[in-house]
């Protein structure tokens, strides 16, 4: 919803084996793997988010307890995440909508706000006129690419909205909104929770901050985030407590939000997450409640 900079996305690798833990690209004292350079412009993040997950990695979490990416709980994901990107539990009825809501980021659309001046919305459409050429926005492409990491509306006027709306009726754009969601935001946010040693509530906290402040190296980008809360606390990976972390992470968390605009809102950290924390629910097992932007939600 509000990412700056380059997305770096989903592949980063994040190696784990019996006598070390290195941490993702981006952290000073961990680097990223012998070979392999974190991406620095938006070419090569692109390159690096399509290569595939490092198998090490795959073994180690396929291994684990599935926590977030249980069905069940993927489901109360994607409603607490719809609480606080689009103010409704249905995240289902979200894939339409479409706006400029004001925030430098162009504009916002689909189920986890995905933004014409942050690259995701551009890499969607690309990715969805790759496999379906011919569709209601492909022709909007060059448009995209124009405006990409910028609030610029050129090129998308006036007729921009009205296709998305359309193609959102389209089960096939749908989809390619949920497989963009797992592949840029959901999935590496899960895998590296649990490869810090976080349950569900942590692999929920990192997935709200990948979607909130990209999946980006640069200052208050999730990984830069990550790093001043490891600098703060250790992770349970690293024998640390998870509540203690969990609560440095939600910090830093809420200072980038804080950030970006001094008087944004951050009830999605202070209400939602860290209350589940306070409470001591890091299976986030129902009945839950949370408040964001003053509005009560229970499930």
Not at 104 to 127: K, M, N, P, R, W
Not at 150 to 155: F, I, N, P, Y
Not at 241 to 258: M, S, V
Request: aromatic letters at 8%.
């Amino acid at each position: 919803m509000k990412r700056a900079g380059c997305l770096l996305a989903a592949a980063l690798p994040v190696v784990v084996t019996a006598v070390a833990y290195l941490f993702a690209p981006g952290h000073p004292e961990g680097g990223a793997p012998a070979g392999a350079a974190a991406p620095q412009s938006r070419q090569e993040a692109k390159a690096a988010a399509e290569n595939p997950p490092d198998p090490e990695d795959e073994e180690a979490v396929d291994a684990m307890p599935a926590g977030l990416a249980a069905p069940a709980k993927k489901e109360l994901a994607g409603r607490i995440e719809a609480s606080a990107v689009h103010a409704t539990l249905d995240w289902r009825r979200t894939y339409g909508t479409v706006r400029d809501i004001g925030d430098g980021q162009g504009y916002t659309a689909g189920i986890v706000g995905f933004c014409t001046g942050t690259h995701d919305l551009l890499s969607l459409v690309e990715h969805y006129t790759e496999k379906h050429p011919g569709n209601g926005l492909a022709r909007y492409l060059p448009a995209l690419r124009a405006v990409d990491g910028t609030d610029s509306h050129e090129g998308l006027d006036p007729g921009f909205t009205a296709a998305w709306q359309a193609e959102a009726k389209v089960e096939a754009f749908r989809e390619a909104q949920d497989a963009e969601r797992d592949r840029v935001y959901f999935e590496p946010a899960v895998r590296l929770a649990k490869l810090d040693g976080l349950a569900t509530l942590g692999q929920l906290v990192y997935y709200d901050a990948m979607v909130f402040h990209g999946p980006d190296i640069t200052a208050n980008g999730f990984y830069e985030l990550r790093e001043r809360a490891m600098a703060e606390a250790a992770t349970p990976a690293e024998g640390g407590d998870e509540e203690a972390y969990l609560d440095a992470f939600l910090d830093r968390h809420r200072e980038a939000i804080r950030a970006k605009r001094n008087d944004n809102d951050t009830s999605r950290v202070d209400t939602t997450l860290r209350r589940f924390l306070e409470e001591g629910r890091l299976e986030l097992d129902p009945p839950l409640r949370w408040t964001v932007y003053g509005r009560e939600y229970r499930t």
